[in-house]
């Protein structure tokens, strides 16, 4: 070692401590070159992942029969005889009836609409074909007090002893409705059409102070919850005076703010903006002045005009 030593110091001519740091480096040298050949000789087996392969798929197959297994199915529904004219819309979900056709269901009854039949169930809004035929088993609609207890009385009696069932109906002649003039129609007269109790008549008088009196039967359309049964009713018993005496105008020139916009056809943007408007340029002196205001479409131009005084 001595003499490889004095050896690299004469070939390299560096001094004692140099050659011994070389020395002890050249080993460490020799490592680092030859460490990777040796590791790659030690690592050169591949490993066989397949079996590792087959365990996980047969993992992955055993948990897809797991969820087959344990699949809760579609949602179980809980059936019930019930009453449709007394039934909440929580109770209906509960039969599989969507929450949306419930909450019309709900709103169709408070308004004061009623089933008669099985068949009357179809005229919820929303109410698909496959929920009513599962649901139509389940309805029983109660026969009133007064109504069943003729039924058990009639039952009671011997055959020939019943009289027939038109003379009841003979005895009685039903007045007919005489046409009346809807602006000046309290809620007795309204409740005589079939279909109208006291909240749809209630519901028409309210919308004709809004408005300040009808000017057509079209507007009874835009009463919210009116069927076509009791819009051609209406159509037919109703009229309006066409000299529209009794109508209450809008000084579109002097109103507030708020008071256009408590007029069914003003938003309040659009209430604001005839204001502004008014403010900026001056009086309105006729309908077509209202057209120039951008929030104001045609359309609400044209209804409102017969409300409005210059």
Sequence with gaps: MIKFQLWVRSVFGISR??????????PLSLFLVLAPSFIKQLLDEQVDLEKEKQQLDLLIAQMEVDTTLYDPGPFNYKYKMFDPNHISGQELEMMGVDKGVASNWERYLASGGKFYAVDDIK???????????????????KVPAKKEMKQQFSEQVPAEERRPAVSTYTQVSKKAIQPFDINKADTMALKQLKGIGSVFSKRILKYRESLGGFVSKDQLKEIWGLNEAVLAQLDTLVYIDQSLSGIRLLAVNEATEQQLARHPYLSNNQAGAIVAYRYQHGKFHQVSDLYHIHRLDSATVAKLAPYLEF
Excluded at 128 to 141: H, L, N, P, Q, W
């Design 17 to 26: 401590s140099q050659s011994t740091g070389m020395l002890m480096l050249l």
């Design 123 to 141: 005229k919820v809004y929303g109410l698909s074909a496959e929920t009513f035929g599962r649901i139509r088993d389940y309805v029983k609609i």
